[in-house]
């Protein structure tokens, strides 16, 4: 890399009166590029602007007028810019996160399974029937017990009773005594 006394930049009065003269337009070119985003717009012209600053040599090339250059390169910085933030992820707004569903975790959605199926088990006949009935099934007592052929009292009774076992077997999950 040459020695910074060799470097060559464009002159700021040269960059600033650029900037001037076709600082609005670029800026008007560059939000249709950006669908309306005003600051991607801005940081545009300002990169379009870095390029000027870096390349002394374009002011010198004796062109009518630098717009066309200067459209050209804010297009493909525009490009550019676009390429890169299409290959990366997809930013998220934190406030929709909160109201985003929980994933869910097949895992322990199975041992969950798992273990409300041992419970059910280990219940006796007439409880696991009783449930069956009422909850997996989705029986009302009434037609519980004609299906058992027991009282809805019967019904009601081990009902009760298997939920309190349940409650017991399951006390990891919450569910109080």
Same mark, same amino acid.
């Given at each position: ?59 010198? !090339?004796?062109?009518?007028?630098? @717009?066309?250059? *200067?459209?050209? &390169?804010?297009? =493909?910085?525009?490009?550019? +810019?676009?390429? %890169? ?36 088990? !280990?219940?006796?006949?007439?409880? @696991?029937?009783? *449930?069956?009935? &009422?909850?997996? =099934?989705?029986?009302?007592? +009434?037609?519980? %017990? ?32």
């Amino acid at each position: 890399m040459p020695p910074s006394s060799t470097l060559r930049r464009t002159d700021p009065e040269a960059l600033a009166e650029l900037q001037r003269e076709h600082g609005r337009a670029l800026f008007g070119f560059l939000v249709g590029l950006t669908a309306g985003d005003a600051q991607r717009a801005e940081d545009l012209v300002q990169e379009t602007l870095v390029r000027v600053w870096q390349h002394p040599e374009v002011l010198a !090339s004796g062109h009518d007028s630098m @717009r066309p250059w *200067l459209f050209t &390169v804010a297009r =493909r910085l525009a490009i550019d +810019a676009r390429r %890169a933030r299409l290959s990366r992820p997809q930013e998220v707004d934190p406030d929709g996160l909160e109201q985003a569903p929980a994933p869910q975790d097949a895992v322990a959605g199975s041992v969950t399974a798992i273990d409300v199926r041992r419970a059910v088990g !280990s219940l006796g006949p007439e409880h @696991r029937e009783v *449930l069956m009935q &009422v909850y997996f =099934r989705d029986r009302s007592v +009434a037609e519980a %017990a004609a299906e058992l052929g027991i009282p809805a009292g019967t019904v009601k009774s081990r009902t009760y009773y298997a939920l309190r076992a349940l409650r017991k077997g399951l006390q990891g999950y919450g569910l109080g005594a």
